[in-house]
Nanobody
């Protein structure tokens, strides 16, 4: 059974940092697209970042470039999202996602992703 479990969300003031972690089981994170998405109230879920299978290639949404860093730890079968210089507009529920198939690229958009975590809330106050 595939499981993705996120942690690390919370409340922080603008300019602060948070680190989200996603531990997976039942699949090999190193061989799939791994990504982070977010959804704010009243808005559609959008992709934040992704890391490609079998490589360190990454994708970032324009709004988070230079502030967020996605990383994968193959030994832990996990993927993290380091978020720096947080802004109130980063407030959202953040979801970890894994590719539906091994080695399916590109890792952009929701289409390649078939497994989702339950989400972790990030709240940034001004």
């Amino acid at each position: 059974q595939v499981q993705l479990v996120e942690s690390g969300g919370g409340s922080v003031q603008a300019g602060g940092s948070l680190r989200l972690s996603c531990v997976t089981s039942g699949l090999s994170a190193s061989r799939r697209c791994m990504g982070w998405f977010r959804q704010a109230p009243g808005k559609e879920r959008g992709q934040v970042a992704a890391v490609y299978p079998g490589s360190d290639n990454t994708y970032y949404a324009e709004s988070v470039k230079g502030r967020f860093t996605i990383s994968r730890d193959n030994s832990k079968n996990s993927v993290d999202l380091q978020m720096n210089s947080l802004r109130p507009e980063d407030t959202a529920m953040y979801y970890c996602a894994a590719g539906a198939q091994y080695y399916t690229i590109p890792c952009t958009g929701a289409g390649p992703f078939g497994y989702w975590g339950q989400g972790t809330q990030v709240t940034v106050s001004s």
